[in-house]
């Protein structure tokens, strides 16, 4: 048999070590794919027992399973399908990033059971979701327009990082600052209480731009342990490894085990041959069961 | 957001009938396909006994009227569950993978893409935002690699594979978000091969 076993206090430690970093600036928790496999819920629970103070769920489905086992922080969802149900998402309050007009639009069509909190997306290079720097200008204009129709309020402005290199994340806070000074120009209160909320950092700019802070920071990888960067490792940030993976060895033969484990629970088939102590596992990684070499230091 | 795996039951029977096994390897929950589909099946194609991996599969298998072999034999032992699956080459697949064009866009030539920006357009172009990652097991040795379909045609993955995304270039194409994306499938149909690239590689195989 085999276990996997999930460490709430490391994964405590983390979120705080990491919360501690980002302040001044708040700490958004990604507890997306069910929490990067950890379970959503109980990790969500923890995240917030530890100093974050919001909820990234990726989807409006997870945002409402999040609501429904009552969970009442800000929850935000931005990548959103042509079934996506904003009506749902809406009445339980959940911030929605939006991407493009066409994305608002729809938003502002299921604001009938109350007022949408979205968080505008500006593409500064990543090129996945996020309004191009041409369609920024137009997206900020109709949110301006629903928000004073009483349909949507601003709450945030927001990209995200390529972690391409230290120039190339300075580009793209260059491309964010553009985007935010513009729509400070065309009627975004970027002062006072209406101010959205400023985001664009993970993991990686979370722990070394400060700069890219802003007004909060999502954090994911790291809080589960491993290390955003190829410098260092998580122990290395003062980070702890969240999860354990235990198996029982089956058989040993000529300085090898067989574990009763393997790709079908998840163990990828080229894990096999890696150095580290830490990662070896099978040599080969098949159905249940892999033979790891247990004769390497 | 619609991610799809598409279990095709008669193939499924079809690939049965051929196999003339008495034994189906159904370890792993019927190499992902659901023992709970498959496990009647089998029983209605005359095949007797199946092999699962754990108790609760064991007690699946049993409600459908099979004998039970549960836990592991040597591969010698073990049929050939790649005809079953239909990923021998010949059989007809019996899983579709698919998922959602989130969204399009327009990008000038140079432009990165994704992570580490792995990728950059040689020309100006569409590139189309996939909703599927390595959280639902596409592989992310995949990246810059795989290509993708939609209705039929085919498009190339590039940049990195991100935990719940992927971009395609479109190039050209008109094609709206909406559309579903084909990871692998069954390529009399127009789809991908599983195993005509990395995404294919979490697919089940003979083992």
Redesign the interface.
């Known amino acids: 048999m085999s276990e996997l076993r999930v460490h709430l206090p490391a994964f405590r430690h983390n979120v705080a070590t990491l919360a501690a970093i980002a302040a001044p600036a708040r700490t958004m928790l990604a507890v997306k794919a069910e929490a990067y496999g950890h379970e959503m819920l109980p990790v969500a629970r923890a995240a917030l027992e530890a100093g974050a103070d919001s909820l990234a769920a990726l989807e409006v489905p997870a945002a409402l399973a999040l609501r429904d086992a009552g969970i009442r922080v800000p929850i935000f969802a931005w990548l959103h399908g042509a079934d996506t149900d904003f009506r749902a998402a809406i009445a339980q309050r959940v911030d929605l990033g939006v991407s493009s007009r066409e994305e608002l639009h729809r938003i502002t069509a299921s604001t009938d059971e109350g007022v949408a909190a979205v968080h505008l997306k500006i593409d500064t290079g990543l090129h996945r979701n996020g309004a191009s720097v041409e369609q920024w200008p137009a997206l900020v204009t109709d949110a301006l327009a629903a928000r004073d129709a009483g349909r949507i309020r601003i709450a945030g402005l927001w990209s995200h990082l390529a972690d391409a290199s230290p120039e190339a994340d300075a580009a793209a806070r260059a491309e964010f600052e553009r985007a935010i000074a513009v729509a400070g120009e065309l009627g975004v209160p970027l002062e006072g209480p209406d101010r959205p909320l400023l985001h664009l950092a993970a993991s990686s700019a979370g722990i070394r731009e400060p700069e890219a802070r802003y007004d909060l920071v999502r954090f994911g990888i790291a809080a589960y342990g491993v290390s955003p960067f190829d410098d260092v490792d998580g122990p290395g940030l003062g980070l702890r490894g969240t999860m354990t993976l235990r198996a029982e060895v089956l058989a040993v033969a000529d300085g090898r085990a067989v574990l009763d484990v393997g790709a079908a629970d998840g163990l990828p088939p080229r894990c096999s041959g890696r150095p580290e102590p830490a990662q070896r596992s099978c040599s080969a990684a098949a159905g249940h069961a892999c033979s790891p070499s247990t004769s390497t230091p | ?2 991610r799809r795996a598409l279990i095709d039951l008669e193939a499924l029977a079809a690939n049965l009938r051929d196999a003339d096994a008495d034994l189906l390897d159904a ?2 929950d019927a190499y ?1 396909h659901g023992l709970a589909l498959v496990a009647p099946l089998a029983r209605d194609v005359g095949i007797g006994t199946l092999l699962v ?1 754990t108790e609760r599969d064991a007690a699946t298998a049993a409600a459908a009227g099979h004998e039970v072999v549960i836990g ?1 034999m040597s591969a010698a032992e073990i049929p050939d569950a790649a005809i079953a699956f239909g990923v021998d080459g010949t059989h007809r697949p019996v899983m579709t993978v698919s998922g ?1 064009l ?2 399009t ?3 000038p030539a140079g ?7 792995t990728f950059r357009t040689s020309r100006p172009t569409t ?1 189309g ?1 996939v ?1 599927l990652g390595y ?1 639902d097991g596409i ?1 992310r ?1 995949g990246s810059n690699r795989a290509h993708l379909a939609i209705d039929g045609a085919r498009y190339p993955l590039v ?1 990195r594979i ?4 992927f ?1 395609i270039e479109l190039g050209d194409a008109e094609v709206h ?2 559309a579903e994306v084909v990871v692998f499938g069954d390529p009399a149909e127009g789809h991908p091969p599983r195993a005509s690239g990395p995404p294919g ?1 979490n697919a089940p ?1 003979s ?1």
């Open positions: 957001m619609r370890r792993a992902g991996s592991r959602e989130i969204a866009k327009h990008v432009a990165g893409v994704s992570y580490g920006y590139l935002l909703g959280a592989p040795l940049g991100a935990m719940d995304q971009v978000a909406g590689q195989r083992p």
